[in-house]
């Protein structure tokens, strides 16, 4: 099955793909709350490209800070998403305008972090998607290094490789793992259909009671 | 005196009932920092309607997750608010869309509470307040369930019960205790226009020195 | 020099006068994350005047809560913004719209605190710039009270005197110490130059690799 993000974007939300998971057993794949767009009502979905940060406190010719995050970057491919574990580090924005202005040219998907984001008035014009922990004015350099990429990594508790499906709406982010995309998506939109239902029903007076011991959705 | 919660909605705020409560000697009926309209400029008023919520790690038929759940909101009344009470728990979204729309058909006046609520966007769309530590998008199957209802509980460090009045806006929440909210509305009313005066003195140029030694307020 | 904050306001944006500091060797000047303007999109410039606060429990005569409050906004003048250092309080909300009214009519660039404000809408009716922990609808009567003013402080991590430069955007707040604003300013307007240049080549598919190999900043 080819994937169709804009289809997803349209018809899925992260609350029915967390519902789905965890009907599959999958409980551990939303993020932690707190990772935001920075903008609201984006919806960012795209397949994940892992980077992995470690706190560095000195520049100089040798530490290349951002040797790795230029090869991730420019080697990011359309539909996929800079995912930048930070482990929850806040005191780097290891995002900004002129990244985004490159991503977007390579017609990435969005930034997904839980460092920081900066230069957020230009990368909104730019109309890039970024979801973060906040926003830092200061730049990684002389605080934190892209160390590793495309291996595993987690971000706000969640296990997360390259080639994860990722989609980040207003109520947060959830990560689909590669080997269940087809099924996940597919069972998603089914109960879709079935959230449709019972919303008519609870709009025309029918009581929770009621709607939940017929349909077992809530 | 009947209680009139659309004058209240205009004519009072979250800051004044804070004062007034602050000048009768209760302290603590101010909810911590951090629970949030998830609409920008939304004023919420009505009567608190209690339930708490336990965290629990599985699912199954025996755990009838929704049971108390779905009773408390069926039983909702035109201007209460169903007051969830998590512990802080930012792991469960308690609310959602289809909560919203059962509640709003019972015309209650909203949903406050610790945990988080989901379904943001359609939440919005049915302009139904909701007041929240945060978003999640996960449901409370296999992560929490409320267990009672109508009894007494704690939200953002203040005490709460059934029959509490709440009024929250952007710059927080907070519980008028049900033993004394004529008393309080009818000082914070007059504080209102005290307040009045002295901003009209400011904005001509008086200085807070000369206006507070009149009139005692800031 | 004289100071031209509207320029300023308009050319320069935290992210590059913490580059600018950072390339001085100046790595603690910008505020740790979460300290944000009331309202989106609000640039504040101007310079320091400090007021340091400390916890209290309670209220009487003697205990004269806003003395030191009063004093330091009936003394501010044009392009000068309160500093209120509460060490991270949020139970206190030490700025208003009263406090608003008449910095406003005195001219003062806007607010700046690590802890709350509140009566937020009347604020931002006004216009007036506040830069805070979040809101708290509580007055700091019974909870908080100005000691010092005019000496030297700490906000979120950064040291911080009267006469320093601060500028507050979307992404944080940068304090540029008094004896090296001159300095500061010159050099990042210079950097929003290049920075200009390097912008111009990624939307016309130059790839990161290529041009931060001439231009040397990312």
Known sequence: MTLNFAEYKTKLYSAVLADTLDSLGYHKQTLSPGIKSIKPDVVMCGLARVGLYMP??????????????????????????????????????????????????????????DGCVRD????????????????????????????????????????????????GDNDGVVIVPSTIINKVIKK??????????????LKRGYSLTDVFKKYKIL
């Open 188 to 201: 998603a939109l089914e109960k879709v259909s079935s959230e449709n239902t019972v919303r008519e029903k």
């Open 120 to 167: 957020t008035k230009m990368v909104n014009e730019i109309g890039f998607p970024v979801f973060a922990k906040g926003t830092n004015p200061v730049d990684t350099k002389f605080r934190g290094k892209m160390m590793m990429t495309d291996v595993p990594g987690e971000i706000a508790n969640v296990y997360v490789e390259s080639g994860d499906l990722i989609l």
């Open 56 to 113: 560095i406190y000195h520049d100089d010719e040798n530490t290349d800070v951002y040797e790795h995050e230029i090869g991730l970057i420019d080697s990011l491919k359309e539909n996929e998403i800079a995912v930048l574990c930070c482990h929850g580090n806040e005191k780097i924005a290891p995002w900004g305008e002129l990244l985004s202005t490159r991503a977007n040219y390579l017609k990435s998907a969005g930034c997904l972090t």
